[in-house]
């Protein structure tokens, strides 16, 4: 059974840090690009960020470039995002999802449960 | 402001068959596949069409996607009370290289 879990959420004043993981079983972790997409209280989703399965592609939103990272090991089955500068409208729930091999186009077929981050003072 | 188009509700009755739009512009929707989540409360989305018009493995043929130009329509048949959630739609665009949501829809079985 695919599971993603993530942990790492929290509460940060503005321009604070936090890293998020999502640690991954059922699949082969090495295969997989993989997203996190975040979720404002009361509001839509979000595409955040993607990795491919080698780290060798890496894409962003604009609205976190330059503060947030994505990485991963495929050794530890792991997905992470580190969030720096964090801001009062980066409160969200933040989901690592999976892109899917079968898929053509850029979709995510399985999600975590999702992580709270809250930047408040 | 979303980079896909979405109503902010629709609305139908048990039984019926209910279609939710998708628009957007040739560097989304016109050039790339879409794809369709629901997201019931409290709870992570779940992929229900990607590739414009496939359907996961365990996901009943009551949902189907299509696309035309640059708008996509999720359709919906038989309509259940558990039905009741927000869908959203998510496409690729080339220009921001970036992917976007529609803003999402509410669906209420009444």
């Known amino acids: 059974e695919v599971q993603l879990v993530e942990s790492g959420g929290g509460s940060v004043q503005p321009g604070g840090s936090l890293r998020l993981s999502c640690a991954a079983s059922?699949?082969?972790?090495?295969?997989?690009?993989m997203n996190w997409v975040r979720q404002a209280p009361g509001k839509g989703l979000e595409w955040v960020s993607y990795?491919?399965?080698?780290?060798?592609?890496?894409y962003y939103t604009d609205s976190v470039k330059g503060r947030f990272t994505i990485s991963r090991d495929n050794a530890k089955n792991s997905l992470y995002l580190q969030m720096n500068s964090l801001r009062a409208e980066d409160t969200a729930v933040y989901y690592c999802?999976?892109?899917?091999?079968?898929?053509?186009?850029?979709?995510?077929?399985?999600w975590g449960q999702g992580a709270l981050v809250t930047v408040s003072s | 402001q979303s980079v896909l188009t979405q109503p902010p509700s629709v609305s139908a009755a048990p039984g019926q068959k209910v279609t939710i739009s998708c628009s957007g512009s040739?560097?989304?929707?016109?050039?790339?596949?879409v794809s369709w989540y629901r997201q019931l409360p409290g709870t992570a989305p779940k992929l229900l069409i990607y590739?414009?018009?496939k359907r996961p493995s365990g996901i009943p043929d009551r949902f189907s996607g299509s696309r035309s130009g640059t708008s996509a329509t999720l359709g919906i048949t038989g309509l259940q009370t558990g039905d009741e959630a927000d869908y959203y739609c998510g496409a690729w665009d080339s220009s921001l290289s970036a992917l976007g949501f529609g803003g999402g829809t509410k669906l209420t079985v009444l």
């Open positions: 040739s560097s989304n929707i016109g050039n790339n596949y």
């Open positions: 059922g699949f082969t972790f090495s295969n997989y690009g």
């Open positions: 999802a999976r892109s899917p091999r079968a898929a053509t186009g850029t979709s995510f077929d399985y």
């Open positions: 990795i491919d399965s080698s780290s060798s592609t890496l």
């Open positions: 590739d414009n018009n």
